[in-house]
């Protein structure tokens, strides 16, 4: 971790460069979304996690006021089934507590 204000270079990477906490809480559903994720790029060979896919998602967001407003918008609109990868098969999705921490590696999405 870092103190605000601490100077970086900007040609710096921005992997490496200093962290700062970024308290969130996420639907269960999308929390479930984001373990996708990184398990489908492992698939395809990336070893990665779920701080390092939201870091690659927020980077990919367009800098936008209005683009970011629609996809708010969206977000509140959304149901649970939008944010399920796959066919949901069940009427009902299941939300299962996990510990903190790291998740272990998976074998691929849902």
Same mark, same amino acid.
């Given at each position: 971790m870092v103190e605000?204000?601490?100077g970086v270079p900007v040609d710096s990477s921005l992997r +490496?460069?200093?962290?700062?906490s970024v308290g969130l809480v996420l639907p %269960? &559903?999308?929390?479930?979304r984001l373990d996708?994720?990184?398990a489908l790029a492992e698939k395809q060979g990336e070893r990665? +996690?779920?701080r390092e896919v939201v870091a690659a998602l927020l980077l990919? %967001? &367009?800098p936008s006021g209005a683009v970011v407003s629609e996809l708010i918008r969206e977000f509140r609109r959304a149901q649970v089934r939008d944010a399920l990868?796959?066919?949901?098969?069940?009427?009902?999705?299941?939300?299962?507590?996990r510990k903190p921490g790291?998740?272990?590696?998976?074998?691929?999405?849902?």
């Open positions: 605000r204000g601490a +490496n460069s200093p962290k700062l %269960a &559903a999308l929390s479930e996708c994720l990184v990665t +996690n779920r990919a %967001a &367009a990868v796959g066919d949901p098969s069940d009427e009902v999705f299941k939300v299962e507590r790291p998740r272990p590696r998976s074998d691929g999405g849902r």
